[in-house]
């Protein structure tokens, strides 16, 4: 090559590792604010991350909403990198952990997952959402009034959360408070009548209360919203056997197994089983 050519080309390579990111269309900016379609989501927050005219606090929320939609893809380890670059241009940033506490609980890292909504409502102590999945935490980890002391302050905050009743709901079933647990559920539904974990939650209930039509009504109905509700296919199972239905018991155990391997250990904590 030539020295005129060979300069020609090292200048142009100079040029393009020196031009500036291009600018985020308002299109990326809005797609990245908005929970859509994933791609698009991470299309145009991973815009916005390039352009370099943005503020650090705006990138940081780019990096924790595209996280956002790779979580809902299943890539969690890449969730998680968005999430330490949000934290990091934002160490304030209460819903960042929150966010991350979520993927954490999703990869089985209970630990990470508890002390990062620890933090979310340390910095955020009226963020019902972080309390209501921090009393989850509580409860999968069998710390049942710490549980409940997270639903009460989530249901405070929030009377309308579905979620934290459900949450409150199961907690009180566990635990044998049957009719503060019905309450819960019966508040939930009223709220969103197709809500199936609060049907669900509602059977276990009324399989506790020894109301087995009940029960088993509840479970078909949360069934017929989402058909993959291992623990309402095991409770009606437990409840169509106590009604000396054998057959059609032990199949829905069977189905209830097949979606989830551990689910008769995860109804034993209720004190159900067939």
Known sequence: MRASALHKLLAFTMLLL?????AASQTDVDNCRQPLEDDRRIAGCTAVINDASMSPRLISAAYNNRAIALRHKGQYDQAIQDHNEAIRLTPDFATAFNSRAIVYSLKG????????????IRLN??????????????????????????????IRLNPNFVVALNGRCATNAMTGQLQAALAD?????????????????????????????NAIADYTAALRINPQIAGSLYGRGIAQIKKGNAAEGNADIAAAKVIKADIAKEMSVYGLAP
């Open 18 to 22: 020196s031009a500036p990111a291009l």
């Open 109 to 120: 890292e209970t630990d990470l997952a508890l002390q990062d909504y620890n933090e979310a």
């Open 125 to 154: 102590p009226t963020d019902a959402i972080a309390l209501q999945n921090r009393g989850v935490i509580f409860r999968d980890k069998g710390e049942f009034q710490k549980a409940l002391h997270d639903f009460d302050e989530a």
């Open 185 to 213: 559920c019966e508040r939930s539904l009223q709220l969103r009548p197709n809500e199936a974990f609060a049907l669900d939650a509602r059977g276990i209930v009324w399989l506790k209360l020894g109301q087995l039509d």
